[in-house]
């Protein structure tokens, strides 16, 4: 669905900190609550409205619910498999026979949901947390404690998670020009608030925000105890607005070009003077690196520059802060409500703060992925399902193939790597080939604090063991138990995790139709992201390359603009359209993606009477959803996918389609043949 996702291991950050990530929506949009569906779904043509005509049972009979701006096909689906593993991992506490991961993980829910405990611990955990904070004498002790404060919390390329709280976080992937060896990778962080435009940005809803952060800084600091909070508050706040400043902005750092820096000591030296690098990475445990991927250079560049003649006072402060604000999930109750305060509501506007199992859940999903992957798999994955869909995926990449060789735009040479790229794409499906461990790793049932800690530094640990490795391309970066789905450009793999692989997305009982239209356009919609204006620039072997000619780009874009301009005519409200540029690469994924899983279904599926028509609803169906009005018009403006009844309306660049429904010159979805996009 998405090459953009948020890693589970950042859950607790979305679910705790709304601050990060969870600004767009699971999934584009939908109907919006007020529209009288009901009346509207009687009478509806497909070829008028396409999305209601298919989806008209679903919005009649379902409500958002309280707590939520949206509801969807994957929303719901994420919330019944939560409530699954839950089950399961209660009934693994309750056993005494658990034994190893397994008990790793129950131990871990049951600390994590273990309130009473964490009340009586109060303060207790922090505390020695906090001396070695207090302990900083001068800027080499304050080196050290920015050093060992990086985590490998960030991930640019596959989930695209930029945010830390910490000064930079460390991702750990293959180089983008040497796939022989795996990189370390430094992006810019430190910030309390989800962007450096909510620093910068001079609008008053923001300065708004700015006041609300500075004093959310101070009640952290005074629930633990510290004096003078108001004061150090705004030394906190004065130096993050400095760290801001040297961020680069959102769209910059999705911006592959500008990202691809190597660094050595040397350059480090040069190019960001002030901080004795040597010191930071050793305390960092990156000694003996020859060089890093500097994602964010201007960064780098600024913060050595504010540590050069660093308030040391300030720093400690700030560390504090940042150390106190990170674990409030795991802290005495009053914590986690000034948290949510701030990052749910303010930052947010969340009305209501989750409920503490779900929390625990993800807590647990992020600190141990794997060993619940591996206990919800085993219950609800049947070995079946695993090979049906690979065929399936088989399928669909042969019809893809077939779709590349009939390019007519395409040069020879282009194709030939195209076909080169599709061939070698490894495909995971269900779960990982090989599972993480967690050997090592102590997991207390009465400690949440220490827990998250260790978990921390054991994933840290595991991170920086795969730089003495090689890159494996069939490493998975979703946990099996994710409803989500995800193309990894360095490693030209694709991941569908077992989540994903139930109704309505995959039904092992439903007709084929039903599943090429559902579970198959996804398949193809993440093939189709290896070749589009992102996925284009690795090679087959995931190298950072550019390998189309560019009368091959140039056809390509013409064809792309007709995309453009066929969403942005779209209009959920009347002072505001879909941006058809903004949502491209997903538009084009969605028509690749469905073009390829009905080739691919009329190739080798049974298609009986009515097929063309099951494969169409199954497809529409999918992006059941509805939306309340801010949170549509949030999507709009910010999330990459186009709200979800557009993305049904891609049909109409099908030919099958018109046939299937008897759709009608005159009709509002009615595209002329000559008017239908076809890319690939
Ligand atoms: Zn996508």
Redesign the pocket.
């Known amino acids: 669905?998405?090459?953009?996702w948020t890693p589970l291991n950042t859950a607790l950050a979305i679910a705790l900190c709304g601050a990060t990530l969870a600004f767009a929506p699971a999934h584009g949009a939908g109907q919006t609550a007020a529209a009288p569906v009901a009346d509207k779904a009687a009478t509806v043509l497909p070829g008028d409205d396409f999305f209601t005509f298919a989806n008209s049972a679903w919005l009649n009979k379902t409500d958002i619910p309280a707590d939520r701006g949206s509801w969807s096909a994957m929303g719901s689906l994420a919330e019944e498999t939560n409530a699954r593993i839950v089950k399961l991992i209660e009934d693994l506490a309750q056993d005494k026979n658990t034994k190893g991961e397994a008990r790793m993980v129950a131990n871990y829910y049951s600390a994590f949901m273990n309130q009473k405990a964490i009340e009586s611990n109060g303060t207790g955990p922090l505390k020695p947390l906090l001396a070695n904070i207090d302990a900083i004498k001068d800027k080499a002790g304050l080196t050290r404690a920015l050093g060992e404060s990086v985590r490998a919390n960030v991930d640019p390329l596959n989930n695209t998670n930029f945010y830390t709280e910490n000064l930079f976080g460390l991702w750990v992937a293959q180089g983008l020009s040497d796939s022989t060896r795996n990189q370390a990778y430094l992006l810019q962080g430190g910030l309390g608030m989800p962007d450096r435009a909510y620093f910068l940005d001079a609008s008053a809803r923001m300065a708004e925000l700015r006041t609300a952060y500075q004093a959310h800084i101070a009640a952290m600091l005074k629930l633990a105890g510290f004096s003078e909070p108001e004061a150090r508050a705004a030394r906190v706040f004065a130096l993050e607005m400095a760290i801001a400043k040297t961020h680069a902005p959102r769209d910059e750092s999705n911006d592959i070009q500008k990202s691809n820096n190597t660094w050595t000591l040397a350059d480090f030296a040069a190019k960001a003077p002030g901080v004795d690098w040597k010191a930071f990475f050793a305390a960092a445990k990156l000694q003996g690196q020859a060089s890093f991927g500097v994602w964010h250079p201007g960064a780098m560049t600024g913060a050595a520059a504010l540590l050069a003649d660093a308030d040391v006072r300030a720093w400690k402060d700030y560390l504090a802060f940042h150390l106190i604000n990170h674990h409030a999930a795991t802290l005495p109750k009053a914590f986690a409500d000034q948290h949510f305060a701030f990052n749910g509501k303010t930052l947010s506007g969340a009305p209501q703060q989750s409920l503490r199992w779900k929390l625990a859940l993800a807590a647990t999903n992020g600190a141990l992925d794997d060993a619940v992957g591996k206990i919800y798999v085993a219950r609800y994955f049947p070995a079946a399902n695993k090979v049906q869909l690979q065929k399936m995926v088989a399928n669909i990449v042969a019809a893809f193939d077939r779709r590349i060789d009939k390019l007519d735009w395409m040069a020879p040479a282009t194709r030939a790597q195209a076909k080169e790229k599709l061939r070698t794409l490894y495909v995971g499906v269900g779960y990982p080939d090989h599972w993480k461990t967690y050997t090592g790793l102590t997991v207390s049932p009465v400690d949440a604090f220490g827990n998250a800690v260790r978990a921390e530094e054991f994933h840290y640990a595991n991170e920086i063991a795969l730089l003495h490795s090689k890159p494996n391309r069939t490493d998975w970066t979703m946990p099996p138990q994710l409803v989500n789905?995800v193309?990894l450009p360095l490693q030209n793999a694709l991941n569908f995790p077992a989540a994903i692989l139930q109704p309505p997305f995959f039904d092992p009982n439903a007709s084929d139709a039903a599943n090429y239209g559902a579970i198959g356009a996804i398949i193809g919609?993440?093939i189709s992201?290896s070749f589009d204006d992102q996925g284009a620039q690795f090679d087959a072997e995931g190298h950072l390359r550019d390998w189309w000619t560019k009368s091959d780009l140039a056809h390509f874009q013409a064809a792309s603009s007709k995309l453009v301009a066929q969403y942005s005519a779209y209009q959920p409200f009347a002072d505001l359209a879909v941006n058809g540029q903004l949502t491209l690469?997903?538009n084009l994924?969605?028509l690749a993606g469905l073009a390829a899983s009905y080739d691919a279904f009329k190739a080798t599926a049974t298609a009986g009477e009515g097929a063309d028509r099951d494969f169409f609803l199954g497809f529409a169906q999918a992006w059941r959803s509805k939306f309340r009005e801010p949170s549509l018009r949030r999507g709009v403006l910010t999330d990459?996918?186009a709200p979800a009844m557009y993305r049904a309306a891609t049909v109409r660049n099908l030919d099958a389609w018109y046939t299937a429904f008897d759709v009608q010159p005159g009709q509002a979805l009615y595209l002329a043949p000559e008017q239908r996009v076809r890319v690939w």
């Open positions: 669905m998405t090459t953009r789905a193309n919609h993440e992201h690469s997903e994924a969605d990459g996918h």
